[in-house]
């Protein structure tokens, strides 16, 4: 198809969505949108569109018509075209408007076809296929070098993180992920002559993400870092970035600390073939800017900064290493060092011995049968071991920073993740002299192009024939026979090449070659100057072989083959590296370790190689590709120049026409039955709402239902084939349409029974709530009625029965009436018929029987009021004044009767008897003189409070005094006669003596005879303060000192005992003073004690003696 391609063509892209899962994954993007602002859209997308979008749609479908397109669309800054799901970048060596921020927006949550070809739509619909589907995704950029693929990589990497979620932890995931990006590339890229930054190493960066779709962390995979640009770079190339990038931007202060020069052509390994130019595009400053920050970004510490930089500068002073050969007595060759200054340089960058380093880079240990023994190496042996040095150190610390990398975007969360992988490899590379990297290089792309063949064009035709769909076979190469040259074990040329490195014996470059040319000779992809047709073709060097690439021919140059497969570094090397202090170099260089005396051999570069190569295709198979297919417009690395011949080269050996005829030949669209039939069942009526039959036979129902001839469409055994999407888009218009009416349909019912349900709940509430309120107002009615009934009636009963009652009354009192009047006349009538003998007879009969009854009611009223037979008791009953002396005399002898009942009583008791007589006792003593006396009148006497005649201690004096009756005993305060402070005391009376005792030891203090007692004082207030009056001159040294001053309790019972004791054994009346002005002895002297109220109140009596005088404030 010419430029003029009409847009009525069908929609723009996914006309040959691949398989049915693609188109699922279209079918649920368009979910959001209504049909017809869906077709709306569509419209103005082609009308927008450049060409041809997909490649699926061009007709005719030839080489030009394909060129032309891409020519057209590319000039109008359309790089990205479609083949289906695949997309074909073209590089625009230029800024594009197509990644801003408002594209982004455009392509998320959008259908691939709805919007125009971009890697945004492949990297949103490989997004949300992971979050949605939850199926792990790969996407695999391809193409030659300088065809944009790492350009491709980062800007899948930023949609990916502007899509994904904002939250913190996911925001520094991505961006730790993007930010690897400067410092990895420093590392792993360089100029060379088709790309100003080719990528030098194997990149998959591999993305988790949680359930939700948020990342979690990733990891990055490096393939085999192309060393040998270390130290020697061709023509127009440059070293990797880092080197230039130092040298230009460090300070001097740095410089000289690193031992380094600013000029470049100071060092070797940066001179290259060419020497150094300094023009170039490239900013070095700049980026070693964006290089720190990465540094620390991914959490490099500041040692570890300045370890690597060390390293560097290590490197570029290595290459500045030269040696010249000496003679040597025992050497057939030998060679020295020329000058010291780098060895210098390299002993204190790398921390370690200068000797050391001196004798591992000129000397070699090498092991006989018996002993170890050293061998000077030549000048040539040298330069490589320093070589192989150099590229060892920068090797493993590249190795090294991924590693750092990893460890900074680890996932560290547990639970189930699903991943995104995305495979940025050096491109396919043909270069004046290709080697060993190439070699592998190329190899790796080999094996990315058999996987797109496996997963694309081989599995579609594959299906087809499964199927049993008729379709038109399409020839497309495939390289699995490349790849089998290859990597075939024994015959393969890694293998060979393995079996060289291995092999003991003279073994050389050559001899790899032979090897191949005896084994491989007859595959008709490899070729060298051993093949007849070749055999003075010159054009092929004699050291070199050529292998058929799916991309082209490439002869390989087989110069340094073995050394870079076998990527070893001797021992010596190893150990001086070890024996350094640089931080980083013991974990560089373990086998280096002395105690490490492993004998085992490192496998082979290419060994490495080809396991990860599998790893890597394992992964790849395992995950859903998506592909981004890179091409490269011109070699001028210019904008707006598109190479006719270069691109078509491309073209052809990415086999882009096959994979658009694979997909034209065949059906767009496929789905087994059953998921067909459920997502289109709406859109027949025999199938809707369910089909009891087969899935097949529904299927075909709906295709016939909606007139679908026969062409369109091919029954597969499982799986029914769609010719084009058109009739695809068409069904899922239908679709979405009848989904609509369906929803409204939903809708309708739904919320019909949401209304009707309402209803009848309303109803059925309205009903409840009527009857209760009803049944409410009848209850009270009802209430009312009956309350209102009973009151009546019983107002109404109340009335008959009062009539009825008045009634009765009125009848008594009539009868009563009549008695009365019949009484009174009947009286009126005797007297004025008996008027004459009532006063002389009957007068004084009637006196005497009125007097008679009045005389009898007075005693049998008095009788039953008599009062308590308690002599104490006053009270009477009145009587009539009739009575008055009757009554008084009964009185009398009524008390007396009562008395003489108590004093019976009394004689009966003599207990209390006792009692009583001490009670009249105290009585006759205090009434009326002691204020506390009334208190004590009804409080009976205790007498041996403290039961001292049951205490032991107590009979003991007892016996020894002959005091065996206590009749008072208490715990006393003796009150000091000189002082008037108080002593507590135990008290004892008994009927002979009073004993003052110790309360503790219960001791006798004093024993003073009754007999010596003279009498007895206190005061008329409330206090209980005693005074025992000692006769003077009686016997005893107690008696002697003077009177005692007691405060005692239940002082009225004290004095009662000692009054009645004393009297018995003075037998004489003993005499009690009651006043408040008393005296007391003290030895011969008087002392007057005076008692007196206090104003305020007091606890205890307050005793103050002053002179002759005490005085006690109660
Ligand atoms: N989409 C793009 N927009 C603008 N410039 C681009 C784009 N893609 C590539 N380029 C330009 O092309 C150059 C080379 O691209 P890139 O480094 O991605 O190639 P490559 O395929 O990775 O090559 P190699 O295999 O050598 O690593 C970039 O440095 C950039 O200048
Ligand atoms: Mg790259």
């Known amino acids: 198809m010419g430029e003029e391609t009409p847009k009525e063509n069908g929609p723009v892209t996914t006309a040959a969505v691949t398989n049915g899962d693609d188109h ?10 209504g049909a017809a602002s869906r077709l709306a859209r569509r419209k103005s997308i082609r009308d927008q569109i450049t060409g041809i ?3 699926v749609l061009l007709d005719p479908l030839t080489e030009e018509a394909l060129l032309t397109n891409l020519r057209r669309r590319y000039s109008n800054d359309e790089i990205y075209t479609y083949i289906g799901l695949v997309v074909i970048s073209i590089n625009p060596y230029k800024s594009l408007k197509a990644y801003s921020s408002d594209v982004v927006q455009e392509y998320r949550s959008r259908s691939v076809y709805e919007t125009k070809p971009h890697i945004y739509a492949i990297a949103d619909s490989a997004y949300r296929w992971l979050r949605d589907k939850h199926q792990n995704q790969c996407i695999i950029i391809s193409g030659e070098s300088g065809s944009g693929k790492t350009e491709a990589s980062k800007i899948v990497m930023r949609y990916v993180a502007s899509v994904c979620g904002k939250e913190k932890e996911v925001d520094r995931v991505m961006q730790m992920l993007l930010q690897s990006n400067p410092l990895l590339e420093a590392f792993g890229n360089a100029k060379t002559t088709r790309n100003d930054n080719s990528s030098r190493f194997g990149k998959y960066m591999e993305i988790e993400f949680n359930f939700k779709g948020e990342p979690l962390g990733g990891e990055i995979t490096n393939y085999l870092l192309e060393k040998s640009r270390l130290v020697a770079q061709a023509e127009g190339e440059r070293n990797f970035h880092i080197f230039y990038q130092l040298l230009a931007s460090a300070a001097v202060s740095q410089l000289q600390g690193l031992r380094l020069k600013r000029e470049l052509d100071a060092y070797h390994y940066l001179r290259g073939a060419g020497g150094v130019r300094e023009e170039s595009d490239i900013n070095d400053k700049a980026n070693f800017k964006d290089v720190e920050l990465a540094m620390v970004a991914v959490g490099l510490k500041k040692p570890e900064m300045r370890a690597i930089f060390r390293l560097i500068a290590a490197v570029l002073i290595l290459g500045n290493i030269s040696f010249s050969s000496v003679e040597r007595a025992d050497e057939d060759e030998a060679c020295e060092l020329n000058g010291r200054q780098a060895v210098q340089d390299l002993g204190f960058l790398l921390e370690g011995d200068e000797a050391i380093l001196e004798k591992a880079l000129t000397e070699k240990t090498v092991d006989t049968l018996k002993e170890q023994v050293t061998v000077a190496l030549s000048v040539e042996k040298a330069m490589f071991a320093r070589d192989a040095l150099a590229k060892a150190l920068y090797g493993r610390m590249f190795n090294w920073l991924v590693h750092r990398v990893n460890n900074s975007i680890k996932v560290t969360a547990a639970g189930k993740r699903k991943s995104i992988g995305v495979l940025d490899i050096y491109g396919f590379e043909i270069f004046k002299l290709n080697s060993f990297e190439q070699f592998i290089i190329n190899y790796c792309n080999e094996k990315l192009q058999q996987i797109f063949i496996e997963l694309t064009l081989h599995s579609e035709q594959e299906e087809y024939e499964r199927e049993g769909v008729k379709w038109e076979h399409i020839d497309y190469f495939n390289n699995v026979v490349v790849c089998d040259l290859i990597e075939k074990p024994n015959t393969g040329v890694l293998s060979i090449l393995d079996d060289e490195c291995l092999r003991p ?38 050291n070199a072989f050529r292998i058929k690439h799916y991309a082209g021919n490439v002869a390989y140059c087989v110069d340094g083959f073995i050394d870079k497969n076998k990527d070893s570094l001797h021992r010596d090397l190893s150990r001086a590296m070890y024996s350094c202090d640089h931080l980083l170099l013991k974990l560089f260089f373990i086998e280096g370790d002395p105690e490490n005396k492993s004998l085992k051999r490192a496998p082979t570069a290419g060994y490495q190689f080809k396991a990860s190569v599998s790893e890597l295709m394992k992964n790849l198979t395992s995950k859903n590709p998506n592909y981004i297919r890179c091409i490269k417009p011109n070699d001028l690395k210019k904008p707006n120049k598109f190479d006719d011949d270069l691109v078509l080269h491309q073209v052809r050996y990415l086999g882009l026409m096959e994979n658009v005829r694979v997909r034209r030949a065949g059906y767009a669209f496929r789905q087994a039955y059953n998921l067909t039939l459920e997502r289109f069942k709406m859109l027949a009526p025999k199938t809707w709402p369910m089909w009891k039959g087969p899935p097949r036979q529904g299927v075909v129902e709906i295709m016939k239902h909606l007139k679908i001839t026969n062409k369109e469409y091919a029954c597969g055994r499982s799986k029914i084939f769609i010719r084009n999407p058109k009739t695809v888009f068409d069904l899922e218009d239908q679709r979405r349409e009848s989904l609509n009416r369906i929803a409204t349909l939903i809708q309708t019912v739904y919320r019909g029974y949401v209304c009707r349900t309402r209803f009848l709940a309303l109803r059925w509430a309205t009903n409840i709530f009527a009857s209760n309120w009803k049944c409410l107002l009848q209850q009270r009615q009802f209430l009312a009625l009956r309350w209102a009934a009973v009151m009546f009636q019983s107002y109404y009963r109340g009335l008959v029965e009062r009539r009825k009652y008045n009634a009765i009354i009125y009848g008594r009192k009539c009868e009563w009436a009549a008695t009365i009047i019949h ?18 007879v009957a007068g004084p009969i009637l006196t005497r029987c009125a007097r008679k009854w009045l005389r009898r009611r007075f005693l049998f009223n008095l009788r039953a009021n008599l009062p308590s037979s308690s002599p104490t008791h006053q009270e009477w009953p009145p009587c009539s004044p009739l ?26 008791n003599p207990r209390r008897k006792a009692i009583f007589l001490e009670k009249l006792v105290a009585s006759k003593t205090f009434s009326g003189r002691k204020a506390c006396y009334v208190a004590s009148v ?42 008037g402070t108080c002593v507590p005391k135990v008290l004892a009376i008994t009927s002979k003596a009073f004993l003052v005792l110790d309360p503790k030891t219960m001791k006798s203090t004093y024993r003073v005879s009754l007999l010596n007692l003279l009498a007895v004082s206190c005061s008329t207030l409330k206090d209980n303060i005693v005074v025992f009056h000692i006769k003077p001159g009686s016997e005893g040294d107690a008696a002697k000192k003077g009177d005692f001053l007691f405060q005692a309790p239940r002082v009225i019972e004290l004095v009662t005992k000692v009054k009645r004791v004393a009297q018995d054994i003075q037998r004489a009346a003993f005499t009690v003073n009651i006043s408040n002005q008393t005296e007391f002895r003290v030895k011969e002297q008087q002392v007057q004690l005076n008692f007196k109220p206090s104003p305020q109140r007091l606890d205890a009596p307050l005793c103050k003696r002053n002179g002759a005088k005490m005085e006690v404030l109660v």
């Open 823 to 840: 009484k009174y006349y009947l009286g009126w009538k005797v007297r004025k018929e008996n008027r004459k003998k009532l006063r002389s």
């Open 53 to 55: 979008g997909d490649l």
């Open 938 to 979: 009804g409080k009976p006497f205790v007498g041996d409070e403290l039961r001292l005649a049951n205490d032991s201690r107590w009979m003991t004096i007892a016996a020894a005094t002959n005091d065996p009756l206590v009749v008072w005993s208490g715990t006393v305060m003796k009150i000091h006669r000189a002082s």
């Open 883 to 908: 009575f008055r002396d009757a009554s008084k005399l009964l009185k009398d002898l009524h008390h007396t009767w009562r008395c003489s009942l108590y004093r019976q009583n009394m004689e009966d």
């Open 505 to 542: 014996g003279e073994v050389s470059d050559m001899t790899f070659l032979h090897k191949m040319d005896q084994r491989c000779l007859k595959h008709e992809h490899y070729s060298s100057r051993a093949s007849k047709q070749l055999h003075s073709d010159k054009t092929l060097p004699r």
């Open 24 to 33: 699922d994954r279209q079918g649920e993007a368009e979910a959001d949108g």
